[in-house]
Structure formats: structure tokens, C-alpha cells
């Protein structure tokens, strides 16, 4: 029996009394959502659903698409990936200010992002942000795709003599310096 090779969120979770999960599938399940899955759950409900209606014997298996959360994460991924210095902030946070010129000072030109110039899409960056980082303050601070932190640990990082090492590991130096 073919099983989703990937974890997904359940919309919905149940089956027929009457027939029985093979236990291949039901560990599969278990695995991939620990959380939502148990025995007692499953055998008390008509119906087992996961992946877009694929049916495997009895079972009809539905799971969520990807969240869009999940896609924004992937976004700030590729964010970082694509940029030696990310920093995500808002425009009137004084700790965002603080760290955007301490890079101006070192010669180094951060993609910065404000979260409160984006719309609603501000807010859910910063959540995302919070899921891939365990922050939700800002500025959030990434160098060479590592997460640094905010506005204290950068300048921690600078006044121990360990930021520009950082920076220029990243080749995130302008030339003029």
C-alpha cells in the first residue's frame, strides 16, 4: 500500500469500524503526526482522509496543501540564500535603527525588509520568522544565512571582534572597504 512520503497536516481523521487499517499505514500516520493520530481516535470514526481524496483500499486519504506559512518560510529561505545579509525590521524600532547603522558603518549594504511597510503580509512574515528562528522581536539579524539574532547580539558580536570576520566570511563587504 502506497503512503504519503512526506509528513502532512490532516484535515480529517476517522474510519470504518468495519474495516481495518493496515498497520503499515496506521505507523506511517503515527509518524508523521504523532499528535493528531492515536488508536482509540481512529477506530471510532467512518472515515480515514489525508492527500487530496487518494483512496488506498477502504481508506480515502486528504491532507491540507501546503500551509502558507509553510511557503513563507520557504520564501525567507530563499531570502537568505540569495543575500549575505539579511536583516528583517520596522521602520520605527530604534533597535532596527541601531543595527542598520552599525552595518552602514562597516561598509556592508543588508537586504533589509520592513515588516511594517508590507501590508498584511508584515505580520505573517514575522510569525514565520518566529517558527524558523524562535524570535519574534526585531531587527532579525541573518548573516551568510545564519541566524544571528537581534539588535544585542549583533552588537555583542561586533565589540567581541567576531561580526566582520562574520561579514566578510559571508562576502558581505563592499569593495570600497
Excluded at 481512529?42 to 487518494?54: A, E, K, V
Aim: proline share 7%; net charge positive.
Amino acid at each position: 500500500m502506497a503512503v504519503a512520503s512526506h509528513p502532512t497536516k490532516f484535515t480529517s481523521l476517522s474510519l470504518n469500524p468495519s474495516r481495518t487499517l493496515p498497520s503499515s499505514t496506521l505507523s506511517h500516520i503515527r509518524s508523521s503526526s504523532p499528535d493528531l493520530v492515536n488508536t482509540k481516535k481512529l477506530s471510532s470514526r467512518t472515515s480515514l482522509t489525508i492527500n487530496g481524496g487518494r483512496r488506498y483500499g477502504a481508506v480515502s486519504v486528504q491532507a491540507m496543501a501546503p500551509s502558507f506559512g509553510s511557503r513563507l518560510e520557504e520564501t525567507v529561505k530563499k531570502t537568505l540564500s540569495d543575500n549575505p545579509v539579511v536583516v528583517y525590521s520596522k521602520t520605527w524600532c530604534p533597535y532596527s535603527s541601531e543595527v542598520k547603522t552599525l552595518f552602514k558603518r562597516l561598509g556592508v549594504e543588508p537586504l533589509v525588509i520592513e515588516l511594517d511597510e508590507m501590508g498584511p503580509q508584515g505580520p505573517q512574515l514575522q510569525n514565520a520568522l518566529e517558527r524558523l528562528t524562535g524570535q519574534r522581536t526585531v531587527p532579525n539579524v541573518f548573516i551568510g544565512e545564519k541566524h544571528i539574532g537581534g539588535c544585542t547580539d549583533t552588537v555583542k558580536l561586533y565589540r567581541k571582534g567576531e561580526l566582520e570576520p562574520l561579514l566578510s566570511q559571508a562576502n558581505a563587504k563592499s569593495a570600497e572597504n
